[in-house]
C-alpha cells in the first residue's frame, strides 16, 4: 500500500452505481437479521480497477478482489488465497509458478482459470498506467498459462521479492470478459473473486460489500456484511463513531482525536488498538523546480526541519522521528539523515547555501493534500513552514488539494516540493527504495540512480534469505541521504478505533497495513 498514492485515473463518470449480482452470488452465512459492520475512512479509492492503482484504493481492492498470495491474520509470509500452491521451480529465482484452486469463480459466476490470470497482469503492462502498478512488475518478462490451473511466471532477472509483489491488490485477477485487454475498465463496476462484492457504490461516500458466495481462500468472514464510509475529514468521522453512526474507524485519525479517544475509551464505550506499522511520511523535491532542484536548498531544509518538535508538538508522540527512509523494524534501517545533519542548525544550514553561492532566502511553496492523512496533516505543514522561516533562510508558501486532485498535479511535476506518506506494498526494505527511483516511479518524477536500480537492488534481489541484505540496503540509503531528493518525517502506528460491540480489532491490520474487513464482527453475534 499507500503510501502508495499515485495518479490515477477518473472513476466512471456515473457518481452512484448499484452493482446487481446474480441469483445466488452473493450469500450469507449469519443471520438474515445481522447488521453489517460500518467502518469510517478517510481513504476512498481513486479508482476501481487494479491495473490503474498503486495507491490507497488496494485497501478495497483487499476486500472485494483476490490475488494468488495474502496473508492470514498475524502472518508474517505470503501463503495461497486464489492459488493452491506457488514455488520457484528454479535454482535462480527467475521461474515462478502458482498452481490454481479448483472451482474458482468470479463474483458473477464466470470461470477463473488461468488465461484469466494471465490475462490480468498482460493488461497491467499494456495500459501501463502513468504511476500505475506496471512499475512493481520491472522483474516480470512474460506470463504464460499452462492448461487451465497453472500459470508461470518468467522473470528477466532473479527476484526473491516477486512472491511478495504477488500479495499486493495491484494484482488482483479480474475477468477477461469485463476488464479490457488495453484500456481500464470504464462502467464503474468489480467482478472480483474476493471474499466480499461491491453490491453498492458512492463514490468518495459509500461502498457496500456483501458476502461472495463463490469465493474460495484463506479469508474466514466473521460478519455477513461491511459498509465502507468515506469521509473528508476526521473529526467528522470521529463524531460519527461516538453518535455510533459508524462502528469502526480506520485511516485518517487525527493525533488529538487519537489521544481523546485512548484517554475516554472505558468511560465513552470506545476501544483503540495501535497496530505497529512501517508507515512513513515525507517530503518529496521536484527536480524540474529551479529550487528544489539545488542538492544545497534540499540539504538546508534536511538541516533545518525539528522532527523531534514535530512528533511531539504536533502529532503528540503517536508518531516518531524518523531519520530514513528505510523505517525502524526492517533490514537494514540506518539513521542516515541524523548522521549527516545532526540536530537541527541554522548556522549549518546556511553554511550549506553560502557554499552554494545561494545568499538570499530561497522561496519555496510545499504542497500537502488536504483529506488524505487526517486532520493533523495541516498543522503538520504549518509547523514545517514555521520551522524553515523562522531560520530566516527560506520563504515558504503552503498549498493543498484534495487527494484526487493532488496526485494529478505532483504526477504532471506541478509542485516544487511536496509531501506523501507511504505504507508499504509489502513488507521487505525493497519497498522503501524501488518505489522511488527510476523513471517509472510511484512519484511522477523521475528519479535517475544507476547504483541503485542497475547495481544495487538487482543484487538484493537475487537473495533469497532477506535477512541477508543489509549491505545492498545500506549503500542505497547512503545514496538517497547524500542526494537528500527524498527526506524522511517520521514512522507511524496504525489505529484502529471502535466501539465495543465489535470484536477482531487485533486481527484486522494486515502486514501492507490494509483493512482486511472479514475479521470484524458484533460481540453479540458470534
Same mark, same amino acid.
Not at 499515485?6 to 463518470?13: G, I, T
Not at 490475462?119 to 503492462?125: A, L, Q
Given at each position: 500500500?499507500?503510501?502508495?498514492?499515485?495518479?490515477?485515473?477518473?472513476?466512471?463518470?456515473?457518481?452512484?452505481?448499484?452493482?446487481?449480482?446474480?441469483?445466488?452470488?452473493?450469500?450469507?452465512?449469519?443471520?438474515?437479521?445481522?447488521?453489517?459492520?460500518?467502518?469510517?475512512?478517510?481513504?476512498?479509492?481513486?479508482?476501481?480497477?487494479?491495473?490503474?492503482?498503486?495507491?490507497?484504493?488496494?485497501?478495497?481492492?483487499?476486500?472485494?478482489?483476490?490475488?494468488?498470495?495474502?496473508?492470514?491474520?498475524?502472518?508474517?509470509?505470503?501463503?495461497?488465497?486464489?492459488?493452491?500452491?506457488?514455488?520457484?521451480?528454479?535454482?535462480?529465482?527467475?521461474?515462478?509458478?502458482?498452481?490454481?484452486?479448483?472451482?474458482?469463480?468470479?463474483?458473477?459466476?464466470?470461470?477463473?482459470?488461468?488465461?484469466?490470470?494471465?490475462?490480468?497482469?498482460?493488461?497491467?503492462?499494456?495500459?501501463?498506467?502513468?504511476?500505475?502498478?506496471?512499475?512493481?512488475?520491472?522483474?516480470?518478462? #512474460?506470463?504464460?498459462?499452462?492448461?487451465?490451473?497453472?500459470?508461470?511466471?518468467?522473470?528477466?532477472?532473479?527476484?526473491?521479492?516477486?512472491?511478495?509483489?504477488?500479495?499486493?491488490?495491484?494484482?488482483?485477477?479480474?475477468?477477461?470478459?469485463?476488464?479490457?485487454?488495453?484500456?481500464?475498465?470504464?462502467?464503474?463496476?468489480?467482478?472480483?473473486?474476493?471474499?466480499?462484492?461491491?453490491?453498492?457504490?458512492?463514490?468518495?461516500?459509500?461502498?457496500?460489500?456483501?458476502?461472495?458466495?463463490?469465493?474460495?481462500?484463506?479469508?474466514?468472514?466473521?460478519?455477513?456484511?461491511?459498509?465502507?464510509?468515506?469521509?473528508?475529514?476526521?473529526?467528522?468521522?470521529?463524531?460519527?463513531?461516538?453518535?455510533?453512526?459508524?462502528?469502526?474507524?480506520?485511516?485518517?485519525?487525527?493525533?488529538?482525536?487519537?489521544?481523546?479517544?485512548?484517554?475516554?475509551?472505558?468511560?465513552?464505550?470506545?476501544?483503540?488498538?495501535?497496530?505497529?506499522?512501517?508507515?512513513?511520511?515525507?517530503?518529496?523535491?521536484?527536480?524540474?523546480?529551479?529550487?528544489?532542484?539545488?542538492?544545497?536548498?534540499?540539504?538546508?531544509?534536511?538541516?533545518?526541519?525539528? #522532527?523531534?518538535?514535530?512528533?511531539?508538538?504536533?502529532?503528540?508522540?503517536?508518531?516518531?522521528?524518523?531519520?530514513?527512509?528505510?523505517?525502524?523494524?526492517?533490514?537494514?534501517?540506518?539513521?542516515?539523515?541524523?548522521?549527516?545533519?545532526?540536530?537541527?542548525?541554522?548556522?549549518?544550514?546556511?553554511?550549506?547555501?553560502?557554499?552554494?553561492?545561494?545568499?538570499?532566502?530561497?522561496?519555496?511553496?510545499?504542497?500537502?493534500?488536504?483529506?488524505?492523512?487526517?486532520?493533523?496533516?495541516?498543522?503538520?505543514?504549518?509547523?514545517?513552514?514555521?520551522?524553515?522561516?523562522?531560520?530566516?533562510?527560506?520563504?515558504?508558501?503552503?498549498?493543498?488539494?484534495?487527494?484526487?486532485?493532488?496526485?494529478?498535479?505532483?504526477?504532471?511535476?506541478?509542485?516544487?516540493?511536496?509531501?506523501?506518506?507511504?505504507?508499504?506494498?509489502?513488507?521487505?526494505?525493497?519497498?522503501?527504495?524501488?518505489?522511488?527511483?527510476?523513471?517509472?516511479?510511484?512519484?511522477?518524477?523521475?528519479?535517475?540512480?544507476?547504483?541503485?536500480?542497475?547495481?544495487?537492488?538487482?543484487?538484493?534481489?537475487?537473495?533469497?534469505?532477506?535477512?541477508?541484505?543489509?549491505?545492498?540496503?545500506?549503500?542505497?540509503?547512503?545514496?538517497?541521504?547524500?542526494?537528500?531528493?527524498?527526506?524522511?518525517?517520521?514512522?507511524?502506528?496504525?489505529?484502529?478505533?471502535?466501539?465495543?460491540?465489535?470484536?477482531?480489532?487485533?486481527?484486522?491490520?494486515?502486514?501492507?497495513?490494509?483493512?482486511?474487513?472479514?475479521?470484524?464482527?458484533?460481540?453479540?453475534?458470534?
Amino acid at each position: 500500500m499507500f503510501i502508495r498514492n499515485r495518479y490515477l485515473p477518473p472513476l466512471a463518470a456515473v457518481a452512484s452505481i448499484s452493482v446487481l449480482a446474480g441469483c445466488g452470488v452473493f450469500s450469507s452465512d449469519a443471520s438474515g437479521d445481522e447488521k453489517p459492520v460500518v467502518v469510517g475512512t478517510t481513504s476512498a479509492p481513486a479508482t476501481l480497477d487494479p491495473a490503474a492503482s498503486w495507491d490507497n484504493s488496494w485497501e478495497l481492492f483487499r476486500n472485494v478482489y483476490q490475488t494468488l498470495l495474502n496473508y492470514s491474520p498475524g502472518a508474517s509470509e505470503p501463503e495461497p488465497d486464489a492459488a493452491e500452491n506457488c514455488a520457484f521451480t528454479d535454482s535462480s529465482s527467475t521461474v515462478y509458478s502458482c498452481t490454481l484452486r479448483e472451482g474458482l469463480k468470479f463474483s458473477n459466476g464466470d470461470r477463473l482459470d488461468a488465461k484469466a490470470v494471465k490475462h490480468s497482469f498482460d493488461r497491467i503492462r499494456s495500459i501501463n498506467v502513468n504511476g500505475g502498478p506496471a512499475g512493481l512488475l520491472a522483474t516480470l518478462d #512474460r506470463v504464460q498459462a499452462k492448461g487451465d490451473r497453472e500459470v508461470v511466471f518468467h522473470l528477466s532477472q532473479p527476484d526473491a521479492t516477486f512472491p511478495l509483489v504477488l500479495t499486493t491488490p495491484a494484482m488482483s485477477i479480474v475477468n477477461p470478459d469485463e476488464y479490457p485487454a488495453d484500456e481500464l475498465r470504464k462502467d464503474g463496476r468489480i467482478s472480483g473473486s474476493g471474499p466480499y462484492g461491491l453490491s453498492s457504490y458512492e463514490e468518495g461516500k459509500k461502498a457496500e460489500l456483501v458476502r461472495n458466495g463463490n469465493y474460495k481462500g484463506i479469508a474466514d468472514r466473521k460478519n455477513s456484511a461491511v459498509t465502507i464510509r468515506y469521509f473528508q475529514q476526521s473529526d467528522e468521522m470521529v463524531k460519527a463513531l461516538k453518535d455510533k453512526q459508524i462502528s469502526v474507524i480506520y485511516r485518517g485519525l487525527g493525533a488529538s482525536d487519537t489521544v481523546d479517544i485512548e484517554v475516554n475509551q472505558k468511560a465513552e464505550g470506545l476501544q483503540l488498538v495501535a497496530n505497529p506499522t512501517t508507515e512513513i511520511s515525507y517530503l518529496v523535491f521536484n527536480p524540474s523546480d529551479p529550487w528544489a532542484a539545488k542538492p544545497a536548498v534540499r540539504k538546508a531544509v534536511a538541516q533545518v526541519i525539528d #522532527r523531534p518538535a514535530l512528533a511531539h508538538n504536533i502529532y503528540k508522540d503517536t508518531v516518531e522521528p524518523l531519520y530514513s527512509m528505510i523505517p525502524r523494524g526492517l533490514v537494514g534501517h540506518t539513521n542516515g539523515f541524523l548522521d549527516d545533519f545532526g540536530t537541527p542548525s541554522v548556522t549549518k544550514a546556511k553554511s550549506i547555501l553560502t557554499e552554494a553561492g545561494i545568499t538570499d532566502r530561497v522561496p519555496l511553496t510545499l504542497w500537502y493534500t488536504s483529506d488524505r492523512y487526517g486532520s493533523t496533516t495541516k498543522p503538520a505543514f504549518e509547523e514545517l513552514k514555521r520551522q524553515l522561516e523562522a531560520s530566516e533562510l527560506f520563504t515558504v508558501t503552503l498549498k493543498s488539494r484534495p487527494w484526487k486532485t493532488y496526485v494529478e498535479g505532483y504526477q504532471k511535476g506541478e509542485y516544487p516540493v511536496f509531501g506523501r506518506g507511504w505504507f508499504p506494498d509489502f513488507n521487505d526494505a525493497d519497498n522503501f527504495i524501488a518505489p522511488f527511483v527510476g523513471q517509472q516511479n510511484a512519484l511522477g518524477t523521475p528519479y535517475d540512480s544507476p547504483e541503485i536500480t542497475g547495481k544495487l537492488l538487482p543484487q538484493s534481489r537475487a537473495e533469497s534469505d532477506r535477512a541477508a541484505v543489509a549491505d545492498q540496503i545500506v549503500a542505497a540509503q547512503r545514496i538517497l541521504v547524500d542526494d537528500a531528493r527524498l527526506v524522511p518525517l517520521w514512522q507511524g502506528k496504525q489505529y484502529v478505533a471502535a466501539n465495543e460491540e465489535i470484536a477482531g480489532l487485533e486481527k484486522v491490520i494486515d502486514p501492507a497495513t490494509m483493512m482486511v474487513m472479514w475479521e470484524l464482527s458484533w460481540k453479540t453475534a458470534w
